[in-house]
């Protein structure tokens, strides 16, 4: 509130002369770059913009978002959705993916307190999972449990309810989030049990806008270790190859 107050005084001060009317202009200008890069076309578009960096091709940038990767020309007036490929070796290198994966493994650490987490006691590698409690590839998931706790896999969910936050799976998965006993509520709902509402501060909305960010279209969709995002379900022989051969 001490912060709003100064703001307010300060706009008042401005509107009361002209140089500090420039002055102001200069500021809000300051303000809208990141390092040399101005955000205030993103800005304007709707993106809430993290990082800009020069990218590996020259006079282009590379933006993080609350929606995830773009590309924008260094005045921030063009933006480009795709993928870079350095093709300068025996295979081409998806550096965009490179980039994305990294970002998935440090914004995960950042939420990994409101996860639901079933821990294999032989744990060999931590899976993340965007569920949805009315899935149905996410139940068969979430039935051959035993089988990834016995391949060492611990699985750490995150919600994320395909129809948005006013449908019923967020409110189930809000509920299971709210529960004395999250592991067994989000069990319940899985098998079409039915859990009392329950209102408390909950992680399902930026779950959510994680998994927006992530690229997550359909649930389950699965991180793995190296950031790696699958899309959909794989059983537990198939899933232990899959991170094995990631590393």
């Not at 990141?34 to 990082?51: A, L, Q």
């Not at 709902?189 to 509402?197: F, H």
């Not at 699965?222 to 790696?228: A, P």
Request: glycine residues 8%; contains cysteine; proline residues 5%.
């Amino acid at each position: 509130m001490k912060y709003l107050g100064v703001l307010a005084l300060s706009l008042v001060v401005a509107s009361c002369s002209p140089n500090n009317q420039d002055d102001t202009k200069q500021a809000v200008q300051a303000a809208a770059l990141i390092g040399d890069f101005n955000t205030r076309h993103m800005v304007n578009m709707g993106f809430t913009v993290e990082s800009a960096k020069p990218s590996e091709i020259a006079g282009l940038y590379q933006v993080l978002t609350d929606q995830g990767l773009v590309y924008a020309s260094a005045d921030g007036q063009f933006i480009i959705s795709g993928r870079i490929f350095d093709i300068t070796g025996e295979a081409p290198v998806n550096v965009s993916d490179k980039i994305l994966n990294a970002m998935r493994i440090s914004d995960l650490a950042e939420y990994s307190d409101t996860m639901i987490e079933f821990k294999a006691d032989n744990e060999q590698h931590v899976i993340h999972v965007f569920t949805d409690s009315t899935c149905g590839y996410c139940r068969q998931l979430h039935e051959r449990m035993d089988g990834y706790l016995e391949k060492g896999i611990t699985v750490r969910y995150l919600a994320w309810p395909r129809s948005g936050m006013q449908g019923r799976a967020a409110m189930e998965l809000q509920s299971v989030w709210c529960a004395d006993d999250p592991k067994a509520a989000l069990t319940a709902v899985k098998n079409d049990q039915a859990l009392p509402p329950a209102d408390c501060d909950n992680p399902v909305a930026e779950h959510l806008a994680l998994g927006h960010k992530f690229g997550v279209r359909g649930t389950p969709a699965i991180v793995l270790e190296s950031g790696r995002m699958l899309p959909g379900y794989l059983p537990p022989e198939p899933l232990l190859a899959e991170i094995e051969n990631d590393q």
